[in-house]
């Protein structure tokens, strides 16, 4: 990540990632916040993340129950999906987005100015 004031380039540790959970980082250098830009690409990464993976998660997490007891389909449906299990496999989904969102963050989105401020270089 580089400050757009000083142009000091600082990269985007988990200690950053988790103090700025709305993408306003402070540079370590000057010590001025900035924030992150949002973009299309940004966007085409993350929505498509965001609604395709809950699904993923539970046809695996239903795949792996299947194999492990298998029984008849549409009562283990009715059983997962009604479980704790089903609440389980999608924050352990949610917890395994947290890297690939940091790693978004970290590539493709750049710090800008926030509105209203100035000086920049």
Known sequence: MTCPFCTQSFPLTWRRYWKAPF??????????????RTGFLYWALYVPLLM????????????VYGLAFPRSFEEDLAW????????????VLWVLLFPIDRMIDERFRKLQVPRGEENAV
Do not use: D, E, M, N
Not at 23 to 36: A, E, T
Not at 80 to 91: D, E, K, T, V
């Open 52 to 63: 395709i993976a809950p699904f993923a998660t539970l046809l695996v997490a239903l795949l």
């Open 23 to 36: 993408g306003r980082h402070i540079c370590p250098s000057c010590g001025r916040k900035s924030k992150l």
């Open 80 to 91: 997962f999906l009604g479980s704790p299990w089903s609440r389980i496999a999608l924050l």
